[in-house]
């Protein structure tokens, strides 16, 4: 009898194999550079507004106005946490750190585009960072607890628009001070004289050290005192062609010398310092320096003073950094003439 093949077994050959269920979930496409975006967009943002405040010191819309100085960070801060928002949630402490490093892209961005100057970088980045952490965790609080994230940025945008045509009116406080600041030379009184109303050749490794040559004030070249028809004045000259008069309003030789200062039209041509911190300029001015000796021993004390003027919407801020400038210029100075003055001294 002859074999009668089972249905049920043509039936298992036919059927179709199905593939084996996952195990995992598949990986999400990775796109490159995607951490940094939001960081890059909050940049972005802060250099389109910088081009906005472009105004001249004192008018509208003028990049030392405190509509720029407090709000820009916070729209960097802003728009970096609500750019990393719509992709996922973050952390608070995401909300933090990326709005501090965008307000530093910002400012790297500010430099790389030769809008601002690396003295003004410098001393504003701090707070352009901390403020703009401020502006990430506002912007995160917004995101987690209610449904108008954008239209929050939109205000964040339109408040320093709003506020920069409107700041122009209000008076701009200034503030006087002065920084002091004392060394012994090893040589008598009437060496050390001649050395500071006679200081030419200065050569970049004797003032290098200055913090302010250092980040972007060009190097004195010499200080020469020379009769003119008004009657002495000592001659400042400095790299990128700046210069600028010293005009003695007190004269005690051997002891004792204070002048002020004459700047010319062309004294600062451009791009050789920030119009921020320009002497003589609308936020900023030295407004005179003395020189006090007096003989101790076989040395001499010798005292220099400076004083100066700060005038922003933030001289809180602004002031201690102009002392401490000063002060460690001062400090150089000093080094400067007591270097040379011993050397002459021997």
Not at 64 to 86: H, N
Not at 162 to 190: F, H, N, W, Y
């Given at each position: 009898m002859a074999d009668v093949p089972d249905p049920s077994s043509d039936k298992q050959a036919s059927a179709p194999q199905l593939p084996a269920s996952p195990t995992a979930a598949e990986p999400q496409p990775y796109i490159p550079f995607s951490v940094w975006w939001p960081l890059v967009a909050?940049?972005?943002?802060?250099?389109?507004?910088?081009?906005?405040?472009?105004?001249?010191?004192?008018?509208?819309?003028?990049?030392?106005?405190?509509?720029?100085?407090?709000?820009?960070?916070?729209?960097?801060?802003?728009?970096?946490?609500?750019?990393?928002?719509?992709?996922?949630?973050?952390?608070?402490?995401?909300?933090?750190?990326?709005?501090?490093?965008?307000?530093?892209?910002?400012?790297?961005?500010?430099?790389?585009?030769?809008?601002?100057?690396?003295?003004?970088?410098?001393?504003?980045?701090?707070?352009?960072?901390?403020?703009?952490?401020?502006?990430?965790?506002?912007?995160?609080?917004?995101?987690?607890?209610?449904?108008?994230?954008?239209?929050?940025?939109?205000?964040?945008?339109?408040?320093?628009?709003?506020?920069?045509?409107?700041?122009?009116?209000?008076?701009?406080?200034?503030?006087?001070?002065?920084?002091?600041?004392?060394?012994?030379?090893?040589?008598?009184?009437?060496?050390?004289?001649?050395?500071?109303?006679?200081?030419?050749?200065?050569?970049?490794?004797?003032?290098?050290?200055?913090?302010?040559?250092?980040?972007?004030?060009p190097l004195p070249l010499a200080g020469v005192v020379e009769q003119t028809p008004l009657g002495p004045v000592r001659k400042i000259t400095m790299g990128k062609d700046v210069h600028f008069d010293q005009v003695f309003t007190d004269l005690q030789e051997y002891e004792f010398v204070r002048w002020t200062y004459r700047i010319y039209s062309d004294s600062f041509p451009p791009y050789a310092l920030d119009d921020h911190v320009v002497v003589g300029g609308y936020y900023f001015d030295v407004i005179d320096t003395s020189y006090a000796l007096r003989q101790t021993g076989d040395g001499t004390e010798l005292r220099i003073k400076m004083g100066y003027r700060v005038t922003t919407q933030f001289n809180w801020y602004a002031e201690p950094w102009a002392q401490y400038l000063l002060g460690n210029f001062e400090d150089n100075v000093l080094d400067f003439y007591r270097r040379r003055s011993e050397v002459g001294a021997r």
């Open positions: 909050g940049a972005l943002a802060g250099i389109a507004l910088r081009l906005i405040f472009f105004g001249k010191p004192g008018g509208a819309y003028a990049a030392m106005m405190a509509s720029f100085i407090y709000l820009c960070p916070l729209l960097v801060g802003a728009v970096t946490v609500y750019v990393a928002e719509r992709k996922s949630r973050r952390s608070w402490g995401y909300y933090l750190w990326s709005a501090f490093v965008a307000n530093i892209f910002f400012v790297l961005g500010t430099l790389l585009i030769m809008i601002e100057g690396l003295i003004c970088a410098i001393v504003i980045v701090p707070i352009f960072a901390v403020v703009g952490s401020v502006g990430g965790l506002v912007m995160g609080i917004v995101c987690r607890v209610t449904k108008w994230p954008r239209q929050t940025l939109y205000s964040f945008a339109l408040l320093p628009l709003m506020l920069g045509g409107l700041e122009s009116g209000v008076v701009t406080p200034s503030r006087i001070g002065s920084v002091e600041r004392t060394t012994v030379i090893r040589a008598p009184p009437d060496v050390v004289w001649r050395k500071i109303m006679d200081a030419r050749d200065i050569q970049p490794n004797e003032m290098k050290h200055a913090w302010i040559f250092r980040i972007g004030v």
